[in-house]
């Protein structure tokens, strides 16, 4: 009997003693974590100065595609003084810097460069006044009115934060700073420039934050399709030039391309089902320039929205059928029929779930778990962020959107019935300032998340 009770004390302070040791390193463990949090904060506020001279002087200084020389060289300064091994001039501009810390994951961190073609009215000290000259020759005025130049100050944010906290992770990080996100080509140019074979190692993990004109203090970070798949084009009609007097001697190609216009809506509305997402935008239409001459050409610039093979045919089949009924009904021979130039083009941007969720775990650290937005629908604006990998069967993705809209104009206009003061490519386009170092603490924790095994 004495026996069994010593058996059963022996038993039961054992039983007490390894609670007590599970839930002591359970707390050291959550204070290891807290204190992480709170060092990566404090980094991040002590440079919040800096950080915001670099964000204000890429706004007042924005690049088109391609063109992103002086940026592309700030980008290589900063991380070469940082100690990444640095390569430039993939794809004319892209840059990229590369940390080795020993045995783990490759993690690519992607940020966009270029600029809109878009004049600022925001009125801010520090707007951009800048105008510079496409390839067509057109001068035109330049804005970031997609928040690409904060994209860059938290990429350079985070990678300083990243080499003062290397005891804190293992592997390869890799810092990209992508040219002409805006055409779509950017991404699919810098594979196609062979980065891979220049020393660029292939990701286990993609990883980017994009401005979004929600309140600063929320992100938006979804499974699955986030962003609609898109392609650009340009529709050219040819016709026989003349006297704007004398229009029963020409074939007038801006009443082509008028025509045209109007019949591609009747390509959503009477062939796409009213519960499938498509989008068929035109831009630009560039013809004449005179009051009264019949150009020869008209030129209408398009942008498609879709999320499936089957919905991008109908768009891309529906255009050429148009073009070639409009060519008929106007007498012209087949070498005069329409002329479709193929532009940027991509496939829809997935977040893979269990990244999504990981990293969202971690950002509830940082912020508050219902300003972590999860269950929204995918946006018809597209990304051409997945395409650095696309195809490998290698490299999982998380893309996430950071609110950058001061709180109170979120207020307000919420009060007027809008969902956002302000929207991208708009020249109102807004990031307040407090979401440059909120933005870099976003990077940091999201990318010592992924470091873990």
């Given at each position: 009997?004495?026996?069994?009770?010593?058996?059963?004390?022996?038993?039961?302070?054992?039983?007490?003693?390894?609670?007590?040791?599970?839930?002591?390193?359970?707390?050291?463990?959550?204070?290891?974590?807290?204190?992480?949090?709170?060092?990566?904060?404090?980094?991040?506020?002590?440079?919040?100065?800096?950080?915001?001279?670099?964000?204000?002087?890429?706004?007042?200084?924005?690049?088109?595609?391609?063109?992103?020389?002086?940026?592309?060289?700030?980008?290589?300064?900063?991380?070469?003084?940082?100690?990444?091994?640095?390569?430039?001039?993939?794809?004319?501009?892209?840059?990229?810097?590369?940390l080795k810390n020993g045995d783990g994951p490759i993690v690519m961190?992607?940020?966009?460069?270029?600029?809109?073609?878009?004049?600022?009215?925001?009125?801010?000290?520090?707007?951009?006044?800048?105008?510079?000259?496409?390839?067509?020759?057109?001068?035109?005025?330049?804005?970031?009115?997609?928040?690409?130049?904060?994209?860059?100050?938290?990429?350079?944010?985070?990678?300083?934060?990243?080499?003062?906290?290397?005891?804190?992770?293992?592997?390869?990080?890799?810092?990209?700073?992508?040219?002409?996100?805006?055409?779509?080509?950017?991404?699919?140019?810098?594979?196609?420039?062979?980065?891979?074979?220049?020393?660029?190692?292939?990701?286990?993990?993609?990883?980017?934050?994009?401005?979004?004109?929600?309140?600063?203090?929320?992100?938006?970070?979804?499974?699955?399709?986030?962003?609609?798949?898109?392609?650009?084009?340009?529709?050219?009609?040819?016709?026989?030039?003349?006297?704007?007097?004398?229009?029963?001697?020409?074939?007038?190609?801006?009443?082509?391309?008028?025509?045209?216009?109007?019949?591609?809506?009747?390509?959503?509305?009477?062939?796409?089902?009213?519960?499938?997402?498509?989008?068929?935008?035109?831009?630009?239409?560039?013809?004449?320039?005179?009051?009264?001459?019949?150009?020869?050409?008209?030129?209408?610039?398009?942008?498609?929205?879709?999320?499936?093979?089957?919905?991008?045919?109908?768009?891309?089949?529906?255009?050429?059928?148009?073009?070639?009924?409009?060519?008929?009904?106007?007498?012209?021979?087949?070498?005069?029929?329409?002329?479709?130039?193929?532009?940027?083009?991509?496939?829809?941007?997935?977040?893979?779930?269990?990244?999504?969720?990981?990293?969202?775990?971690?950002?509830?650290?940082?912020?508050?778990?219902?300003?972590?937005?999860?269950?929204?629908?995918?946006?018809?604006?597209?990304?051409?962020?997945?395409?650095?990998?696309?195809?490998?069967?290698?490299?999982?993705?998380?893309?996430?959107?950071?609110?950058?809209?001061?709180?109170?104009?979120?207020?307000?206009?919420?009060?007027?019935?809008?969902?956002?003061?302000?929207y991208n490519h708009n020249g109102n386009y807004k990031v307040d300032l407090s979401a440059i170092?909120?933005?870099?603490?976003?990077?940091?924790?999201?990318?010592?998340?992924?470091?873990?095994?």
């Amino acid at each position: 009997m004495k026996i069994r009770i010593k058996h059963f004390l022996f038993t039961f302070l054992i039983t007490i003693l390894l609670t007590h040791t599970a839930a002591v390193a359970q707390q050291k463990k959550a204070v290891a974590g807290a204190t992480n949090v709170t060092a990566i904060k404090q980094m991040a506020y002590a440079d919040s100065s800096r950080l915001v001279d670099i964000y204000k002087d890429l706004h007042q200084n924005p690049e088109l595609g391609f063109m992103e020389v002086r940026t592309s060289a700030i980008i290589a300064k900063e991380l070469q003084s940082l100690g990444y091994e640095v390569i430039t001039g993939i794809a004319k501009t892209g840059v990229v810097g590369i940390l080795k810390n020993g045995d783990g994951p490759i993690v690519m961190y992607r940020a966009d460069m270029d600029c809109n073609s878009v004049k600022e009215i925001t009125g801010l000290p520090y707007a951009s006044t800048k105008t510079m000259k496409k390839d067509d020759g057109t001068e035109v005025p330049v804005m970031h009115a997609c928040g690409h130049d904060a994209h860059v100050t938290w990429l350079l944010g985070v990678a300083k934060i990243m080499v003062a906290s290397k005891n804190q992770w293992k592997g390869t990080l890799v810092f990209l700073g992508q040219p002409a996100e805006e055409p779509l080509t950017g991404a699919k140019a810098m594979v196609n420039d062979k980065m891979y074979d220049k020393g660029v190692p292939v990701p286990d993990f993609l990883f980017g934050l994009h401005t979004t004109p929600i309140a600063v203090g929320s992100v938006k970070n979804g499974t699955g399709e986030r962003a609609a798949g898109s392609d650009q084009l340009d529709v050219t009609f040819y016709g026989i030039g003349g006297h704007g007097s004398s229009p029963e001697l020409t074939k007038d190609p801006i009443v082509m391309a008028s025509n045209a216009i109007q019949q591609y809506q009747t390509i959503i509305s009477r062939g796409i089902a009213a519960q499938d997402a498509a989008v068929l935008t035109v831009g630009a239409i560039h013809a004449g320039g005179d009051n009264n001459v019949i150009p020869a050409s008209a030129v209408v610039k398009l942008n498609l929205r879709w999320f499936n093979d089957k919905i991008r045919n109908t768009l891309l089949d529906g255009i050429k059928r148009i073009n070639e009924g409009i060519a008929v009904a106007n007498g012209l021979p087949k070498e005069s029929y329409p002329t479709i130039l193929m532009k940027g083009s991509v496939y829809p941007q997935v977040n893979d779930s269990a990244l999504a969720y990981k990293v969202n775990k971690a950002l509830s650290s940082v912020m508050a778990a219902d300003k972590i937005i999860v269950n929204t629908p995918p946006i018809m604006g597209s990304e051409d962020f997945n395409h650095l990998v696309l195809g490998n069967n290698k490299t999982i993705c998380d893309y996430v959107w950071v609110g950058t809209a001061n709180p109170e104009d979120v207020a307000k206009a919420n009060q007027e019935g809008k969902k956002a003061p302000y929207y991208n490519h708009n020249g109102n386009y807004k990031v307040d300032l407090s979401a440059i170092p909120l933005g870099t603490v976003i990077g940091v924790t999201a990318l010592l998340e992924l470091f873990k095994k």
